[in-house]
């Protein structure tokens, strides 16, 4: 069970929905900031499984979060999986650019 949204979700979830983002309203509402928190607590601990779960339940009701689209590709990328990572890096650079994300997709690129 998704945890629910809190009061400090509401601020980015509106900004989510101003930029005229995708919401799968059919999909179970989740609390952004406890995803991401518990997503980060797992990535430290090792446990990437987890936190592709975590970053997952978010994309399942926000899919173009571009932060937890950089959050799945990145522990996409420390369990080996470089295409897929490289894939979902590409997508959230199209959603919202960042300079460090650009550097790193090309430098995956350059890899192959």
Do not use: C
Request: net charge negative.
């Amino acid at each position: 069970m998704p945890p629910p949204p809190t009061p400090a979700d509401k601020s980015l979830i509106e900004a989510y929905r101003e930029r005229g983002l995708r919401v799968e309203e059919g999909a179970p509402d989740v609390s952004v900031v406890t995803a991401r928190e518990r997503a980060q607590e797992a990535i430290k601990a090792g446990n990437y499984a987890l936190a592709l779960e975590w970053a997952e339940l978010v994309l399942a009701r926000y899919p173009s979060h571009p932060e937890f689209l950089r959050m799945k590709a990145s522990v996409l990328l420390l369990i080996g999986e470089k295409a897929k990572a490289i894939q979902v890096y590409e997508k959230a650079e199209e959603i919202e650019s960042i300079p460090s994300v650009r550097k790193k997709l090309d430098e995956l690129e350059k890899e192959d």
